[in-house]
């Protein structure tokens, strides 16, 4: 019986749809996240004084803003993709779902 409900999910076009659009969402907001820490990194590496730089005079240099940016967009893209996963995700689960009943 469970053979052939996962043949029969395997098969479904829905189910290869969620899985395209999944794996692209999911490697799109990887690179980004990679680009932004690793773009960090590097700027760290071979221009701190970049990082460095005070912002108005003040004790505060350049580097907690940015710092805290790549924190921030971080959260904000696990939000884009929660959002995508509740929304499209899940009602193409349900249907895939329904569909092997």
Same mark, same amino acid.
Request: cysteine-free; charged content about 20%.
């Given at each position: ?31 980004? /996240? #990679?680009? *932004?820490?690793? +773009?960090?990194?590097?700027?760290? $590496?071979?221009?701190?004084? =970049? ?9 505060? /240099? #350049?580097? *907690?803003?940015? +710092?805290?940016?790549?924190?921030? $967009?971080?959260?904000?893209? =696990? ?12 009602? *193409? ?9």
């Amino acid at each position: 019986m469970a053979d052939d409900l996962v043949r029969k999910v395997l098969a479904d076009p829905l189910f290869k749809e969620l899985e395209h659009k999944r794996s692209s969402l999911g490697w799109t907001l990887t690179a980004l /996240t #990679l680009v *932004l820490y690793f +773009g960090f990194v590097l700027l760290v $590496a071979f221009s701190p004084a =970049t990082l460095a730089t005070p912002l108005d005079g003040s004790t505060i /240099t #350049l580097g *907690l803003p940015v +710092g805290v940016g790549i924190i921030l $967009a971080s959260i904000v893209l =696990t939000g884009i993709y929660v959002r995508r996963a509740n929304s499209v995700f899940d009602d *193409l689960t349900r249907r895939i779902k329904e569909n092997a009943k």
